[in-house]
């Protein structure tokens, strides 16, 4: 563990760290609103920016009420977590968010720490750790740090998981045949989130004799209370273009995690980011005095994941993606959609292509059907 002398030297050369990145990542000019052509294609000023970048922050997005509903979901399910690992009670002593199947929910970590980096986790693609400070005595052992699969658990993000401006980019990038990757709501709570350490999220693809720098997707990265760099994700720009990274040798040539010329992602509260799935990105122990909570929602082109075998996070096995668990797992953008669609009915909803003429309804029972379905996500 870090000594009090070595907090205080890491803590000011971060402080210089996040102001110098946050001057570069703020002239980049890979920011503003979703925009699109007459003729429905991506604005080609976000398509070139993305593409040198290989992230792009959607301004504005999600405006109220529905940003208010999205808080408001965050803070309902923080009092619905488990009290600890093993446990299916509440704070309240409720049937805490999990408990209703096995699929892997809760994500915990020890605060301020780095539970992937140099460990084997989702084939070893963390290689290098990353500074852990010294966490406030007060502070439990350890914390819910997110949730996987949550749109099974708050309909306000079921809701924006069909946001059709977002899902209208997604097939932009990744063709109307866009499958669904994973989703999860991240807590980096002030004083205590981890770190995750520089990584390249794509895991199957980097030999491929089809390789191209969209090969793994993107995730969105919807922004509940803004971003700032000290909380935020950093990234390498350019790095998704250039296949599979040594990323332990640029940490030994930088001679430490904080990498030069890596840019933060800096958002308002209801911005969005898209981040190409190839592109070495990280984020720091959250020591700071910010709290950043995040909605990720990724996709991928079809053609990545159809017949691939793959794993899905927190599981033990592998599982073939064949046409059956695509469309079945591809169910909940349609039972999104639904969702949307009631809530916001002067709306023009999104049109999935691939469920076309398939009436598919969000009630009590489509979401009784769908706990777990995390297991079924397609993690390549």
Not at 67 to 87: C, F, K, M, N, Y
Not at 261 to 278: F, H, K, M, W
């Amino acid at each position: 563990m870090a000594t009090i002398d070595e907090d205080k030297v890491q803590f000011e050369a971060m402080r210089d760290f996040c102001r110098e990145g946050t001057a570069r990542a703020m002239a980049l000019g890979n920011r503003g609103p979703i925009r699109f052509t007459a003729n429905g294609q991506l604005h080609p000023d976000i398509v070139e920016a993305y593409d040198r970048c290989g992230f792009y922050v959607f301004e504005r997005v999600i405006a109220q009420p529905e940003l208010g509903e999205l808080q408001a979901a965050h803070d309902d399910i923080v009092t619905r977590l488990p009290v600890s690992p093993d446990s299916q009670l509440d704070s309240r002593g409720r049937p805490a968010i999990g408990s209703e199947h096995g699929a892997p929910s809760v994500m915990w970590s020890k605060p301020l720490s780095d539970p992937f980096g140099g460990s084997a986790v989702n084939k070893g693609r963390h290689q290098v750790r990353m500074y852990e400070p010294r966490p406030a005595p007060h502070l439990p052992e350890i914390l819910a740090t997110g949730i996987l699969a949550p749109l099974q658990y708050h309909d306000a993000l079921l809701r924006t998981y069909a946001h059709p401006e977002l899902l209208k980019v997604a097939a932009a990038v990744n063709g109307e045949d866009f499958v669904p990757f994973t989703e999860a709501l991240g807590f980096k709570k002030a004083g205590e989130g981890p770190s995750v350490a520089w990584h390249q999220d794509g895991m199957t693809h980097w030999d491929s004799p089809e390789w191209h720098d969209g090969i793994h997707g993107f995730n969105f990265m919807v922004q509940l209370f803004g971003s700032i760099a000290w909380s935020g994700v950093w990234y390498i720009l350019g790095s998704h273009k250039h296949g599979k990274a040594d990323i332990a040798a640029l940490f030994d040539e930088a001679g430490g995690e904080r990498l030069p010329d890596a840019v933060p992602l800096v958002c308002e509260a209801g911005d969005v980011a898209i981040s190409n799935r190839q592109v070495i990105h990280g984020s720091f122990a959250n020591n700071g005095e910010h709290t950043r909570v995040t909605f990720n929602m990724g996709f991928m082109p079809r053609r990545s994941v159809q017949d691939v075998v793959g794993r899905p996070f927190g599981t033990d096995h592998d599982i073939c993606y064949d046409d059956a668990l695509i469309r079945e797992r591809s169910r909940m953008i349609s039972y999104a959609i639904d969702a949307r669609s009631r809530r916001f009915p002067d709306e023009k909803p999104y049109d999935y292509r691939p469920h076309a003429g398939e009436s598919l309804r969000w009630d009590e029972t489509a979401r009784r059907a769908s706990y777990g379905y995390n297991l079924k996500d397609m993690v390549v």
